[in-house]
């Protein structure tokens, strides 16, 4: 069996090898610019299917292709860091219709995120792939994430910390 790099999953759709390593899960966490929640969470998700031995492949893109080809908010990679995550080598990319067949799962950060995968998905768009990542957690009464862009480091903290409890609520309900 072929393996395939998540950066060959992610930026080689068509590639059969990539469809033939077994995940036991896809998937893909969305925001807007892909340089802050969507990176945040997908490298959380990422680490605690490591430590777990999930075997998850978790991605993240964002909606508006603003930031397409830059690296995650610093403040994102230094939260990160500080909780012992590498989000560093993070390249912004934007969700695609395509996504929804590469996907068992599409979380989205927010209601306005889940407006434009909407858009973008077009007739592909799938209720059964694609909610909040909030919606699948009883720990939060509000599906958003709020965005930490507009904030200092303690709001990527503040959002480090939703994140991590969503995750592992998703590890949880998710794990076979």
Not at 54 to 72: K, R
Not at 81 to 86: A, F, M, Q
Not at 155 to 162: R, Y
């Amino acid at each position: 069996m072929l393996r395939c790099s998540k950066k060959d999953f992610a930026q080689n759709c068509e590639n059969k090898c990539c469809n033939s390593y077994i995940y036991t899960m896809r998937i893909l966490m969305v925001c807007l610019g892909n340089i802050c929640r969507s990176p945040m969470a997908a490298g959380i998700a990422n680490a605690l299917s490591a430590k777990h031995q999930l075997g998850w492949l978790v991605d993240s893109a964002g909606t508006s292709g603003e930031h397409d080809g830059e690296g995650a908010h610093r403040l994102a990679v230094k939260v990160c860091k500080n909780n012992g995550i590498d989000i560093s080598e993070h390249i912004s990319k934007r969700f695609r219709k395509v996504d929804i067949a590469k996907y068992n799962r599409i979380y989205v950060m927010d209601k306005n995120n889940l407006r434009d995968v909407k858009v973008i998905a077009g007739d592909a768009f799938d209720d059964d792939k694609i909610d909040f990542l909030l919606n699948d957690t009883t720990l939060f009464p509000d599906p958003n994430v709020p965005d930490p862009w507009y904030g200092g480091e303690q709001d990527f903290v503040q959002v480090f910390d939703l994140l991590t409890k969503a995750c592992e609520q998703l590890r949880i309900q998710l794990q076979p």
